[in-house]
């Protein structure tokens, strides 16, 4: 009788095992038929690139660049065939809601940022584009506490406009200079 004990405890485990791995093998197989393919590193139509570094928001698109792209960054715009320039950033704070008091309950922080790339011999790569982003956020009487949620948001947008940047660059394509369009400016918060 023991024996037998035995024998079923380690046939166990590898049952177990064998489950596991044909789990994982059907996974595997899942995802590969419906085509899913990790994206990589972004194919960018240029080679080096001059991003300043002026801002927060320069820093991480540099830094997104660098890691995420088959191009470099350099210093200097006339060692560069893309010159990425931010003409704005913006944070804006509109009212949502009041209560019934007339007091705050709901705001709704924007996040704008105007950029464009440009090859420095006048053509383009991306003509002046904005990206604009919103959030919501309830108000309290914890200031401090919203203060932080709102930095938080601001973050988190700042993020995302990063990875929206990276994903217009991988589609530009060089416009010479007579063919370049370039719609008028609006103000940064029509």
Known sequence: MRRV?????SFRPSA??????????????????CG?????????????????????LGADLA??????????????????????????EAREKVILSLNTQGQVQE???????????SDGR???FIAPSDIVLRRDITFNNQVLGKENEEELLYRD??????????????????RPADESFAPPEPSLFE
């Not at 004990?5 to 405890?9: D, E, H, P, V, Y």
């Not at 899913?36 to 927060?56: D, E, H, M, Y």
Request: glycine share 4%; charged share 20%; aromatic share 6%.
């Open 122 to 124: 006048g053509g383009d």
């Open 107 to 117: 705001y709704t922080l924007r996040y704008r940022v105007r950029f464009t790339v």
């Open 63 to 88: 830094r997104n660049i660098e890691a995420a792209s088959n191009a470099k960054i350099v210093d200097s715009p006339a060692e560069a065939e893309a010159i990425l320039s931010i003409l704005g």
């Open 157 to 174: 947008m700042r993020v995302d406009a990063v990875q929206q940047i990276l994903r217009r660059l991988r589609l530009a394509k060089l």
């Open 5 to 9: 004990r035995l024998a079923c405890a």
């Open 16 to 33: 177990r095992r064998l489950t596991l791995a044909s789990l994982f093998a059907l996974v595997a197989l899942t995802t590969t038929a």
């Open 36 to 56: 899913f393919q990790l994206r990589g590193q972004a194919q960018l139509p240029f080679k080096t690139i001059n991003v300043p570094n002026l801002s927060q």
